[in-house]
């Protein structure tokens, strides 16, 4: 089972009319949002995107937008490199939103 974040808040914006089909945001995004079907690629959920990025980085029709950095990706590789466990984006309460 894939790790699910917040819902109705990832910034990844896919225009299948600018996709080429090369498959490359299937290959890359660790959280299988996207799949290769009909020569064209489609998002699965996007809410499973963790906005890390990859997709954008490796598309070469420009088809992927994402504001990478954001996300939880960003909150648990800060985290790891500071030593702070904390992601920031709970609401205070007990119980983080990721990690």
């Given at each position: 089972?894939?790790?699910?974040?917040?819902?109705g808040?990832?910034?990844?914006?896919?225009?299948?009319?600018?996709?080429?089909?090369?498959?490359?945001?299937?290959?890359?995004?660790p959280?299988?949002?996207?799949?290769?079907?009909?020569?064209?690629?489609?998002?699965?959920?996007?809410d499973?995107?963790?906005?890390?990025?990859?997709?954008?980085?490796?598309?070469?029709s420009?088809?992927?937008?994402?504001?990478?950095?954001?996300?939880?990706?960003?909150a648990?590789?800060?985290?790891?490199?500071?030593?702070?466990?904390s992601?920031?984006?709970?609401?205070?309460?007990?119980?983080p939103?990721?990690?």
């Amino acid at each position: 089972m894939a790790m699910m974040y917040l819902r109705g808040v990832s910034t990844l914006q896919y225009d299948s009319a600018k996709c080429s089909g090369c498959g490359y945001c299937a290959a890359v995004c660790p959280q299988r949002v996207f799949v290769m079907k009909g020569g064209k690629a489609g998002v699965i959920d996007r809410d499973l995107c963790m906005e890390c990025g990859a997709c954008m980085r490796n598309c070469v029709s420009g088809a992927i937008k994402v504001r990478s950095g954001v996300g939880c990706a960003a909150a648990l590789i800060n985290g790891m490199l500071t030593g702070d466990a904390s992601c920031g984006c709970s609401d205070g309460g007990s119980t983080p939103c990721c990690g």
